[in-house]
T-cell receptor, first 114, second 112 residues
Framework: EPEVTQTPSHQVTQMGQEVILRCVPISNHLYFYWYRQILGQKVEFLVSFYNNEISEKSEIFDDQFSVERPDGSNFTLKIRSTKLEDSAMYFC????????????FGAGTRLSVL | QQQVKQSPQSLIVQKGGISIINCAYENTAFDYFPWYQQFPGKGPALLIAIRPDVSEKKEGRFTISFNKSAKQFSLHIMDSQPGDSATYFCAASKTSGSRLTFGEGTQLTVNP
């Protein structure tokens, strides 16, 4: 079964610190996504990424957030200066080319901002 | 207008029973309606999906019923098994690859 891998599973950080969440999407997939789920709330879309650029972002994805595909296998989400309200479970997902669907999400990284 | 509302929040069903989870959407531009299943410690995984040109789609024990005029869709799990115990999310998007708008999630427990 194909798998989206996320590391770390849990990240604790102090408010104002930078964090980088890492994802290894399914091999040969071309579209990449970040979603988040604040405890007790819905899963929310953050950003989609294709061909080395952001294809869509939500109103949540402000200047504090950035994404990058630094090499052929990793996809990262950086939060430049974390806030308490950034505490959430962050999910990565990927899909194949045009017409493909998002079949799997990663297990998530739980970010705790203290 | 982007919301997807899901109910119930939690559901307890006996083994062999039918589990029914309902979702309603507002945005008529939505054209793709997937259901995801999530087990503890795992990410959501696509279970079944439907487009609004059909009213029902069945895959094994899982069926999506779709009512375009009411802007509602539901997941039916027939002959529910303890292994079906998980959190189920409905979602909607404008295309199969565009951003997903999720429902609140339903925690299903199937008692043996």
């Amino acid at each position: 079964e194909p798998e989206v891998t996320q590391t770390p599973s849990h990240q604790v950080t102090q408010m104002g610190q930078e964090v980088i969440l890492r994802c290894v999407p399914i091999s040969n997939h071309l579209y990449f996504y970040w979603y988040r789920q604040i405890l007790g709330q819905k899963v929310e879309f953050l950003v989609s990424f294709y061909n080395n650029e952001i294809s869509e972002k939500s109103e949540i994805f402000d200047d504090q957030f950035s994404v990058e595909r630094p090499d052929g296998s990793n996809f990262t989400l950086k939060i430049r200066s974390t806030k308490l309200e950034d505490s959430a479970m962050y999910f990565c997902a990927s899909r194949p080319g045009t017409g493909g669907i998002v079949g799997y999400f990663g297990a998530g990284t739980r970010l705790s901002v203290l | 207008q982007q919301q997807v509302k899901q109910s119930p929040q939690s559901l307890i069903v006996q083994k062999g029973g039918i589990s029914i989870i309902n979702c309603a959407y507002e945005n008529t531009a939505f054209d793709y309606f997937p259901w995801y299943q999530q087990f503890p410690g795992k990410g959501p995984a696509l279970l079944i999906a439907i487009r609004p040109d059909v009213s029902e789609k069945k895959e094994g024990r899982f069926t999506i019923s779709f009512n375009k005029s009411a802007k509602q869709f539901s997941l039916h799990i027939m002959d529910s098994q303890p292994g079906d115990s998980a959190t189920y999310f409905c979602a909607a998007s404008k295309t199969s690859g565009s951003r997903l708008t999720f429902g609140e999630g339903t925690q299903l427990t199937v008692n043996p």
